[in-house]
Nanobody, 116 residues
Framework: QVQLVQSGGGLVQAGGSLRLSCAAS????????MAWYRQAPGKQRELIAT???????AYFGSARGRFAISRDSVGNMAYLQMNSLIPEDTAVYYC??????????WGQGTQVTVSS
């Protein structure tokens, strides 16, 4: 099993930046991919970005060009650098770990609020 603990987030003005962190523990070697999702009020949870152990990244939706996902060399930390934030980025952000390409684990979620 994998445990995920998130940190970062908070309130920022439009155009600002924030960095989210996710610390993984447990059977880290079983992690096939880490990812960040977000869920805005009244909307479904959406995938933002993914990173595999070899560092391959992928971005989805409006995150392209503004957000950057990364992972440390040990593999127990994942980050989401968010730049040029807009009010539409306001959401609860979740760290995700997929193990054996099958089982999903989630962080506790962290609120990001972007004021106009």
């Amino acid at each position: 099993q994998v445990q995920l603990v998130q940190s970062g987030g908070g309130l920022v003005q439009a155009g600002g930046s924030l960095r989210l962190s996710c610390a993984a523990s447990g059977t880290i070697a079983s992690i096939s991919r880490m990812a960040w999702y977000r869920q805005a009020p009244g909307k479904q949870r959406e995938l933002i970005a993914t990173v595999t152990p070899d560092g391959t990244t992928a971005y989805f939706g409006s995150a392209r060009g503004r957000f950057a996902i990364s992972r440390d060399s040990v593999g127990n930390m994942a980050y989401l650098q968010m730049n040029s934030l807009i009010p539409e980025d306001t959401a609860v952000y979740y760290c995700n770990a997929l193990t054996h390409w099958t089982f999903n684990y989630w962080g506790q979620g962290t609120q990001v609020t972007v004021s106009s």
